[in-house]
């Protein structure tokens, strides 16, 4: 008797693992593969990896979200970048440790930059990484090479060149269309020219934020610079645009959002805001957009639209559309 209850225990206790090494096998099995970033190396957090998950997702929709061209191709071996070297090759045991020390030696650089530095910097956006922390990284360069008092046409080339080159991670590109906005007002006449077209060729870039980076830059500029910016322009380009199903949703927001904010109320533009808001475009946001907008734009006779969308359409249209309804009867007084 006692031999069999101890013949039971064994069994149970051989039974019992058998199950946990079933349970862990059937885990791994399961578990997702940690995404990794344009450098190959794995993400250090589960947000980091959703993040990445989603990058990926919205790389597939978008064929202009390509990685950035190979280091190899810009960064030049055995270079000596003086001062940035630091920044080509940093110090740290861990990926955080090297970025900190980047970082450092971009904020410590001092301005007027010399053009040795403004070379090296241009490299480094075109060569180095473009994971998470790698774009911030690109953004603090772009800030610094912004802290010049005067436009250097060299960066405006730089800037314009990169901001057409669609072999470059989509992201990027947005970077150097915004910076190109804020060294507009630096720049002389023939660079402000410049700027001018590379946002306007932007808005043609829809598969990502660039053309909607671009009609926002123009928009601001155009308030700032009336007699400078040729708004009949900017109309023109925007009745395509906000009609252009195919577009990058954010960039196709951003379009919606610049034709209020410029108070563009030609009837083609219009009319186009209209079919966003009086139909379903088939993104909510984009649709509240467009009927804000047609508070800023339209006329009384939107009024009885906005009322159906009251009557007929989900309540998350409400807020907006009566605040819609309430500034086109205000204008009436």
């Known amino acids: 008797m006692k031999n069999n209850k101890l013949l039971i225990i064994k069994l149970f206790g051989v039974i019992l693992v058998a ?26 957090t ?69 053009m040795a530095n403004i070379q090296g910097l241009h490299d480094y956006v075109y060569g180095g990484s473009n994971d998470r922390l790698g774009l911030h990284l690109k953004d603090e360069i772009f800030i610094k090479l912004e802290s010049d008092r005067k436009a250097n046409k060299s960066h405006i080339d730089f800037l314009s060149q990169l901001s057409a080159d669609k072999s470059v991670d989509g992201d990027l590109r947005g970077y150097a269309v915004q910076h190109l906005r804020s060294e507009y007002s630096k720049a002389d006449a023939q660079l402000r020219k410049q700027i001018q077209e590379t946002l306007f ?10 053309s909607g980076t671009a009609i926002l830059a123009l928009s601001d500029l155009s308030k700032m610079y009336p007699k400078e910016i040729d708004k009949e322009r900017i109309n023109t380009e925007l009745v395509s645009l906000v009609e252009d199903e195919s577009m990058h949703i954010p960039s196709r927001i951003a379009m919606v959002q610049s034709v209020g904010s ?40 939107d009024i009885q639209g906005l009322e159906n969308i009251l009557k007929n359409d989900h309540q998350l249209y409400k807020v907006a559309t009566q605040n819609a309804i309430q500034k086109l009867k205000n204008k009436q007084k």
């Open 19 to 44: 199950v946990m090494i079933i349970a862990i096998a059937q885990f791994y099995s399961n578990k997702k593969p940690v995404k990794t970033t344009g450098n190959s190396r794995p993400l250090a």
């Open 201 to 210: 060729d932007s808005l043609k870039d829809t598969q990502c934020d660039v």
């Open 262 to 301: 410029m108070k563009n109320d030609s009837e083609s533009v219009t009319n186009a805001i209209r079919d966003l808001a009086f139909n379903d475009p088939g993104d909510m946001v984009l649709r509240l957009t467009a009927i804000a907008t047609i508070g800023e734009i339209g006329t009384k006779d």
């Open 46 to 114: 589960k947000k980091e990896a959703k993040k990445s998950r989603i990058a990926s997702q919205n790389n597939s929709q978008n064929n202009n979200f390509k990685k950035a061209k190979s280091t190899s191709n810009f960064i030049k071996k055995n270079f000596d970048y003086g001062e940035l070297n630091g920044l080509f090759k940093p110090e740290g045991k861990t990926k955080y440790q090297k970025y900190r020390h980047q970082l450092e030696i971009v904020k410590n650089l001092k301005t007027p930059l010399i």
